[in-house]
T-cell receptor
Framework: DADVTQTPRNRITKTGKRIMLECSQT?????MYWYRQDPGLGLRLIYY???????NKGEISDGYSVSRQAQAKFSLSLESAIPNQTALYFC????????????FGPGTRLTVL | GENVEQHPSTLSVQEGDSAVIKCTYS??????FPWYKQELGKRPQLIID?????GEKKDQRIAVTLNKTAKHFSLHITETQPEDSAVYFC????????????FGAGTQVVVTP
């Protein structure tokens, strides 16, 4: 869905580096999510935000932080990247009035060496 | 919290045959169960969903059934076609986690000609 975008799409970094993944949406949705996808583990929730002032930890938040700069922007940071954070990261959005369907961004493939 | 288990992890079917993927959930308060399809290299996209007040829902060749007593739900794909090859994720949402989905581990479906 072209209305949810992620940058960068691919990133290779080294252990210990700080990295930021960015998500933007033009859907006007209040709710935004960050997921991590690993083979055989499905989609696991890292952080979610129900509005600009509301940020919550998901099931695997350790080692990650987020910032909701505006309704349309939600960034995920790895303060000190480690190899087991190598994964495919997805941002998603949903409408608070109808918080059912989640719309995913194209994903960011992150490799930590 | 909710826990969703999905089986099988891989499913190979011959074109034209039916495919069935099953998921079980742990939280009896869960009331919304979507299915997402992720084609190779693409983002997950919602294909069908069901709420706890109905037992079955159909959309052309796909259908979802829900058994609240047994706490399981299934995706049925009839007359499979090569474009049905993808990873399918089930998910559940509890009434106390509005907007938050718990995803299953995914099923890789391969449709062979």
């Amino acid at each position: 869905d072209a209305d949810v975008t992620q940058t960068p799409r691919n990133r290779i970094t080294k252990t210990g580096k700080r990295i930021m993944l960015e998500c933007s949406q033009t859907k006007g949705h209040d709710r935004m999510y960050w997921y991590r996808q690993d083979p055989g583990l499905g989609l696991r929730l890292i952080y979610y935000s129900f509005d600009v002032k509301d940020i919550n930890k998901g099931e695997i938040s350790d080692g990650y932080s987020v910032s909701r700069q505006a309704q349309a922007k939600f960034s995920l940071s790895l303060e000190s990247a480690i190899p087991n954070q190598t994964a495919l990261y997805f941002c998603a959005t949903s409408d608070a009035g109808r918080a059912d369907t989640q719309y995913f961004g194209p994903g960011t493939r992150l490799t930590v060496l | 919290g909710e826990n969703v288990e999905q089986h099988p992890s891989t499913l190979s079917v011959q074109e034209g045959d039916s495919a069935v993927i099953k998921c079980t959930y742990s939280d009896s308060a869960s009331n919304y169960f979507p299915w997402y399809k992720q084609e190779l290299g693409k983002r997950p996209q919602l294909i069908i969903d069901i709420r706890s007040n109905v037992g079955e829902k159909k959309d052309q060749r796909i259908a979802v059934t829900l058994n609240k007593t047994a706490k399981h739900f299934s995706l049925h794909i009839t007359e499979t076609q090569p474009e049905d090859s993808a990873v399918y994720f089930c998910a559940g949402r509890s009434t106390d986690s509005w907007g938050k989905l718990q995803f299953g581990a995914g099923t890789q479906v391969v449709v062979t000609p």
